[in-house]
């Protein structure tokens, strides 16, 4: 949607993830699916995670491929 839209950031909030029954990880792992099907011709696009704890903060880190 936000490549048909033109839009060059979005934030994604990791409602559900953890208390909501959707373990991080596992939100993690979905984020990561969506961004990795992109093509080039998308463009850039800032992706910014909104997180509300560590544990939370760490299996995005680990499940985004991102040094903590």
């Known amino acids: 949607i ?3 839209r033109g839009w060059r950031s ?3 909030p990791a409602l559900g993830a953890g208390t909501g ?3 991080p990880g596992r939100s993690a792992a979905l984020l990561r ?3 990795d099907e992109l ?3 998308s463009g850039a696009l800032l992706v910014r995670c909104v997180l509300f ?3 939370t903060f760490d299996a995005f ?3 985004l491929g991102l040094c903590t």
């Open 2 to 4: 936000a490549a048909e």
């Open 33 to 35: 699916s969506a961004l």
């Open 53 to 55: 704890d560590g544990p």
């Open 21 to 23: 029954g959707l373990a």
């Open 10 to 12: 979005i934030a994604v």
């Open 61 to 63: 880190a680990s499940g």
């Open 39 to 41: 093509t080039p011709s």
